[in-house]
């Protein structure tokens, strides 16, 4: 679903050369849910009233540190290097916290079912946040693949230390990923092992041949995005999806195999069987087109009502 975006500002802040923006969302939103719910890589973490964020731009060339806070005008945004482009810059942070879409009828999905109702009153402003791109949901897939996530989350914070950019945010460091020029000039790391260096340098190659850049994947549609992920050496069905998913922005998908989301959907329901995929899809038909959120809830806040 393509809805009308949150309302987008852009000014100068009141420190030297320190470009602002501030994004007013069109509904609900809770800054502190979205980093005590952690993402991409990412665990959830204390809020301080600050979201600090590192990550390569969408144009694959830069990357960007962005200190977040919130009030009553909506979530602010203070940049920290990157190339200048604030309004580009802003349309990610906007994309990451699911406020580049119009929430407005998410609410509604809560009136016409009572648990997602539940569900959102226990998690008050709650949206989905993205990985900060395809490209960096990619070679997370390909990093963790088979291992720890939080051993792989260690390896790829060491990673993006010595090859990427770390940016000082807030009173804290915080390492933006390798652009693909500087994973592909990197010829070994400790702790990584060789194949995972090869297929993470596979990614790099797809991104800057376009093949994950996120306005063609949405452009696609899910179900195409999602096969034509499958390409990149590494990506099998779970982890395109993944990033379909997780990365891209879509609303209404509904990850009718997901086991941990179905078992909590028979509880939530109260189902007398386990919920089978077809079960799922007739649950989640009163949720459209806000599928993959409404999920997403299920999944981040269920045991707040259990």
């Keep these: 679903m393509d809805g009308a975006p949150a309302r987008l500002s852009v000014g100068r802040g009141r420190l030297p050369r320190m470009d602002t923006f501030t994004i007013v969302p069109t509904a609900a939103f809770s800054l502190r849910e979205s980093v005590e719910f952690g993402f991409g890589q990412r665990h959830s973490q204390p809020f301080d009233g600050v979201m600090r964020l590192a990550f390569v731009q969408d144009d694959l060339r830069h990357q960007v540190g962005v200190v977040l806070r919130q009030d009553e005008a909506g979530v ?19 994309r990451v916290l699911s406020l580049d879409r119009d929430a407005t009828g998410f ?29 960096e949901a990619a070679v997370w897939s390909v990093l963790s693949a088979r291992r720890p996530a939080k051993q792989m989350a260690e390896v790829r914070r060491r990673f993006s230390e010595a090859n990427g950019r770390v940016f000082a945010l807030a009173g804290q460091h915080l390492a933006a990923l390798a652009t693909p020029e500087q994973m592909l000039a ?25 093949l994950l850049d996120v306005e063609r994947l949405l452009a696609s549609g899910p179900e195409v995005a999602t096969a034509q992920l499958q390409r990149i050496k590494g990506i099998g069905p779970f982890y395109a999806s993944l990033i379909t998913i997780r990365a891209t922005g879509f609303t209404d998908v509904l990850p009718a195999d997901e086991p941990l989301a179905r078992d909590l959907v028979t509880r939530l329901y ?23 959120w409404a999920t997403v809830l299920i999944r981040a806040a269920g045991h707040r009502i259990l």
């Design 270 to 292: 109260h189902l007398d069987k386990p919920c089978e995929p077809a079960d799922f899809e007739r649950i989640a038909e009163p949720w459209r087109p806000y599928r993959t």
């Design 76 to 94: 602010h945004g203070e940049i920290h290097g990157g190339d200048g482009n604030v309004a580009s810059i802003k349309a990610q942070v906007a």
């Design 186 to 210: 990197v010829t070994e790391f400790p702790g990584l092992p060789a194949d995972k260096l090869d297929r993470m340098q596979g990614v790099a190659r797809a991104a800057l041949d376009g």
């Design 107 to 135: 609410a509604e999905v809560g009136r016409r079912d009572p648990v997602i109702g539940a569900l959102q009153a226990a998690a008050p402003g709650l949206l989905p946040p993205l990985f900060y791109s395809p490209y």
